[in-house]
């Protein structure tokens, strides 16, 4: 690891000032190993821990304000989130291990990068870690990454199982800018496709600080359901994963819906063509066959992960089965 400066920041307006030419600190649990392993060598960290952003709190309007330092496992287990947001819950759990949650900020969870194995080894090239220097994974060993929106410059995917939900769940991200100014961003908007930049991985400005993570009023607490394929029972990162979400009348039919997909793209990816194809119709699993299809529509597969279009599809449909529950209604 190489050496770098260390500063504390007391509020923050503080944080932004310290934070335009060095990287946010706070539960590490990313961001240390990327240090260790030489992908990141900031020369400044700044130390966020005590600023106070650890709320979760209800807002106007009956949506909830997720503090940007509040611990994944405080999250997941808040009363709030438990009862409105149970799928941010199942999501929140199904990632990482106990350990890490307790450890794990929110705002760390939204700025975690890659797990490309490409990525991790500096002896490889990589353009999301040195720009232009290649993807190596396009030709090589590429199970686990991308078939929806990859670009010629990076297919690696996005590791969050919590950003899945949020992205289903139209959150909006909450940032701090230089001298106090504040911005919202949609959820969906927030993460970047790599197109000829994969070296971003979101929108944000330099030293803009996430203060919060703040979700809308949901009408899907009663029909939803967070389903993670991956090779072993846990702490692995998605092959699949699949946020779904449904609010139907009394017949069954399908108000609204949302689907969003984990381990397929550079992002978290909302499924907006399946969404489409399930409003307005009758909750079922021909119905849901249908969505699924529009989903996967656009993927282009890689020579090692063609698996993952039919097992998007599969998952998708088995995750809307089990949102709508026993009788779909």
């Not at 990287?23 to 600023?51: C, H, Q, S, W, Y």
């Not at 450890?103 to 353009?127: E, K, V, W």
């Not at 017949?251 to 909302?270: F, T, Y």
């Amino acid at each position: 690891m190489r050496p770098f400066s260390f500063s504390r920041a007391a509020n923050a307006d503080d944080a932004v000032r310290l934070g335009a030419d060095a990287k946010f600190i706070a539960g590490g649990t990313n961001l240390l190993d990327l240090m260790k392993e030489g992908i990141e060598t900031p020369e400044k960290l700044v130390d966020i821990t005590r600023l106070p952003m650890t709320t979760v709190s209800a807002i106007r309007g009956g949506g909830v304000s997720i503090g940007a330092l509040a611990r994944n496992s405080d999250t997941a287990n808040h009363p709030l989130i438990r009862q409105g947001y149970p799928l941010l819950t199942q999501a929140i759990l199904a990632g990482a291990s106990a350990q890490i949650r307790n450890m794990a900020t929110n705002g760390g969870n939204l700025m975690q990068r890659t797990r490309c194995a490409y990525f991790y080894d500096i002896a490889m090239p990589c353009n999301k870690r040195a720009p232009n220097t290649g993807c190596s994974a396009k030709e090589g060993l590429n199970r686990h990454h991308a078939v929806l929106g990859w670009s010629a410059a990076c297919v690696a995917t996005h590791p969050s199982d919590m950003c899945v939900a949020l992205a289903a769940l139209d959150a909006v991200v909450k940032v701090r800018g230089a001298n106090g100014a504040e911005r919202s961003i949609p959820f969906n908007d927030f993460h970047r496709l790599p197109g000829d930049n994969p070296e971003r991985d979101n929108n944000l400005a330099p030293g803009e600080l996430i203060t919060s993570i703040e979700l809308p009023k949901s009408p899907f607490a009663a029909k939803s359901y967070y389903l993670k394929v991956r090779d072993r029972a846990s702490y692995a990162f998605a092959l699949v994963s699949v946020a779904a979400a449904l609010e139907t009348d009394k017949a069954g039919r399908i108000l609204q819906a949302r689907v969003a997909l984990g381990g397929v793209a550079h992002k978290p990816w909302r499924a907006v063509e399946a969404e489409k194809a399930l409003t307005g119709k009758k909750a079922g699993e021909a119905v849901f066959k249908e969505a699924a299809e529009a989903a996967m529509k656009e993927a282009r597969a890689l020579e090692h992960n063609g698996f993952k279009i039919d097992l998007g599809k599969r998952a998708i449909v088995r995750a809307l089965i089990r949102a709508a529950g026993p009788d779909g209604k």
